[in-house]
T-cell receptor
Framework: GAVVSQHPSWVICKSGTSVKIECRSL??????MFWYRQFPKQSLMLMAT?????????EQGVEKDKFLINHASLTLSTLTVTSAHPEDSSFYIC??????????????FGPGTRLTVL | DQQVKQNSPSLSVQEGRISILNCDYT??????FLWYKKYPAEGPTFLIS?????DKNEDGRFTVFLNKSAKHLSLHIVPSQPGDSAVYFC????????????FGQGTRLTINP
């Protein structure tokens, strides 16, 4: 149980275009999903917290208008990188909070999406 | 302000021996701690967790110890296997009920045959 998928696993796009990444919880309902970014040899940096049916909460320094997050259902959240530039190239990872664990927050992660902006 | 710290960027252990990965935290409001394993170009895989009301949790070859007074936790893997070679992240949550996890920098574990 507690499987999270991401699509696509990798994407190459031209500068100025927008890219959408999907995150799905396959066997559980996730009222909360998280989006992270990881630079090479660094830790995971939380970008935003996404709650089903409400606006995402962004971490300090993350541009809301550039990284659009939609959490339309209990099993799907999307991250859209708008007007992508080469500096947006990174490894994007989503996670979903499994409420079956009770009070504590065990997050299960997707496999990640490698974005390369040319 | 690094609230969760893994001071060893790398660790090398012989196959069959015990691997001990350490993690320190500064925020006394954290009440839940997790360990994740990560391979390159993949998402982290949940390994084991512990709540602040316990000092030890065991799952197969993996045991996590929590020392609240020292704000320190450790992950023991015994016996270590070549497939355990990966980057290990500790994470903490619970500050003022916050849902988000705070991650350490990670420790790269290499198991030598």
């Amino acid at each position: 149980g507690a499987v999270v998928s991401q699509h696509p696993s990798w994407v190459i796009c031209k500068s100025g275009t927008s890219v959408k990444i999907e995150c799905r919880s396959l066997d559980f309902q996730a009222t909360t999903m998280f989006w992270y970014r990881q630079f090479p040899k660094q830790s995971l940096m939380l970008m935003a917290t996404s709650n089903e049916g409400s606006k995402a909460t962004y971490e300090q320094g993350v541009e809301k208008d550039k990284f659009l997050i939609n959490h339309a259902s209990l099993t799907l959240s999307t991250l859209t990188v708008t007007s992508a530039h080469p500096e947006d190239s990174s490894f994007y990872i989503c996670s979903a909070r499994d409420r079956r664990t009770g009070v504590y927050d065990t997050q299960y992660f997707g496999p990640g999406t490698r974005l390369t902006v040319l | 302000d690094q609230q969760v710290k893994q001071n060893s960027p790398s660790l090398s252990v012989q196959e069959g021996r015990i691997s001990i990965l350490n993690c320190d935290y500064t925020n006394s409001m954290f009440d839940y701690f997790l360990w994740y394993k990560k391979y390159p170009a993949e998402g982290p895989t949940f390994l084991i967790s512990i709540s602040s009301i316990k000092d030890k949790n065991e799952d197969g070859r993996f045991t996590v110890f929590l020392n609240k007074s020292a704000k320190h936790l450790s992950l023991h893997i015994v016996p270590s296997q070549p497939g355990d070679s990966a980057v290990y992240f500790c994470a903490a949550s619970g500050d003022q009920g916050a849902q988000k996890l705070v991650f350490g920098q990670g420790t790269r574990l290499t198991i030598n045959p």
